[in-house]
């Protein structure tokens, strides 16, 4: 059985991988799920076990306990070589997870990742850098389908860093602290 990844929300994801990798013989429905905690083998991404509420009309009831593998992200996108151009508005790592469902049909969701609160770096419009999106599934296992780092190289959008501003002349000026207005100094 092959599990089909892209463009499906994440928990129709887990069902299929439950389903392949314990050769289950009637597919779960993942509307019939309630998943639990995951908890983890000796090697992170393998081999997770998870608890699993069946409810409904699945031809598996109760609660069972499944192994299964989640899928590694720079391992599904490495041939793709993933990419992105950053809007103006986007500032931190969360702000990639929309651009990443609109671009490549995945579901990756905030609860998935662990650094989705840090700061992107300035990339100036044309200039590129590689952000990496960290999952949670070697720390908290809380990325029930996700494991591993995605790595995207990110091609800049903003005019100007984050924290700076634009004097007359057109140079920016980098400020600590907001409250503080700047101005440039020039020779009278």
């Not at 651009?99 to 200039?127: R, V």
């Amino acid at each position: 059985m092959y599990v089909e990844l892209f463009g499906r929300p994440k928990y129709e994801i887990l069902a299929d991988l439950i389903t392949k990798d314990n050769n289950l013989t009637t597919a779960l429905n993942a509307s019939y799920l309630s998943f639990g905690n995951i908890t983890g083998s000796t090697v992170p991404g393998t081999e997770d076990r998870v608890s699993v509420l069946v409810t409904g009309r699945s031809p598996i009831t109760g609660s069972k306990t499944f192994t299964y593998t989640r899928i590694e992200l720079n391992k599904l996108l490495s041939s793709v070589g993933p990419s992105l151009v950053l809007p103006e508005t986007a500032a931190t790592v969360a702000d990639l997870l929309p651009l990443i469902k609109a671009k490549y049909s995945l579901y990756i969701d905030l609860e998935d990742i662990a650094n989705g609160d840090d700061y992107l770096p300035f990339i100036a419009s044309g200039d590129s850098a590689v952000v990496t999106i960290q999952t949670k599934a070697t720390t908290a296992y809380s990325s029930h389908v996700w494991s591993g780092n995605l790595d995207i190289t990110c091609t800049g959008g903003s005019k100007i860093p984050r924290g700076s501003m634009l004097t007359e002349s057109g140079k920016a000026i980098n400020t600590e602290d907001n409250k503080f207005i700047i101005t440039e100094q020039t020779e009278e």
